[in-house]
C-alpha cells in the first residue's frame, strides 16, 4: 500500500515514527509537500504526472493531512475529487481553522464549547469585560492566544496585531493546567500541559502524564463525531458546573505519547483498505 504524507515537515516526530512503522510492514511512504496548488496537478491515463505525489506519479492509496495550509487544503480537496481518501478530510481539517464557525458547529451540538465571539480586527476591538482571552480567528501556527487583564495589555496586543482578525472567550480560572485530550481513530490520549494563560510563572510547555475520566474521554469522542475528524485534539479547561472545550484542533502532534504512531499507522492502512475493496469489486 502506498501512504501519502501532505506535510512541509515529514521529519516531525509522530509522523517519522509513523512512516517507520509502515515501511517495516512493507509499505510505501511518500512524503507530499504542499507547496504547488492543486491547479499545478496534471492528470494522465488517471496518473497524477505533477505535484510530486508519489515517485510513480499515481495517486497513493490513501493521503494523511498534517498541513494545513491554504494550498495543503486546497491540494487535499483536490485529490479528494480525484477519488483519493484523505484524513482528515479538506472540508473537516478547513472547519476547524475558523474559530467561529468551530464553536457554532459545536454549541448547536450540545458541546459545552466556550462562548466565542467574532471581534472583527484587533484593532477595532472594543473590549468585553476583563479579564478575557484574545484569540487570531484563524487558526495557525504561531497565531494570537493571549489572556488580556486590562487596558494596557490590550493596548500592547493591539500594536503587535492590529490587523488580526480575533475572536473572543471569557476567562475561565483554573489550576493553571490545560487538559489535553487527543484521538486517532477513536483512542484516547490525554496529558495535562502547564497553561500558557496561566496568571502563576511555569513552563507552558511542561506536561504532565493524565488519565481522563471517562466522561472526558467520551467527550472527546463525541467531538470527533461532530467535526468528522479522525485525527484531532480536544482542550479542556474546567468550568464552573462542567468541563469547557475551549479549541479543537485538526490533526496535532500528539508528540511523546506511547502507542500515537501504532494507531496513526492503524488508521492509514485501515482507510486505504476499505478504498481498496470497493475498487476492486469494480474490477470483478
Known sequence: MRIGLITGDPGHPVLAATAALLAERGHEVVAVPPAG???ELAVAGGR??????APTGELADVYLLKARTPR????AAELERRGA????SAAATELC????RMADLARAAGLPFAATAAAGLLGELVAPAYPFVLKSRHSRRHDLVARVD???RLRELAERWAEEPVVTQPFVPGTGWDQKLWVIDGQVFAARRRSELASEPGDPGRAADWEPPA???ALALRVGEVFGLDVYGVDLLDGPAEPVIVDVNAFPG??????APEALAALALRVGAERARPLAGRGR
Open 72 to 75: 495543503a487544503l486546497a491540494l
Open 37 to 39: 496548488s492543486a491547479g
Open 254 to 259: 500528539v508528540r511523546g505519547r506511547p502507542g
Open 215 to 217: 466522561e472526558r474521554a
Open 97 to 100: 481553522q475558523d474559530r467561529v
Open 85 to 88: 481518501p484523505v484524513v482528515n
Open 150 to 152: 486590562g487596558p494596557a
Open 48 to 53: 497524477v504526472v505533477a505535484g510530486g505525489l
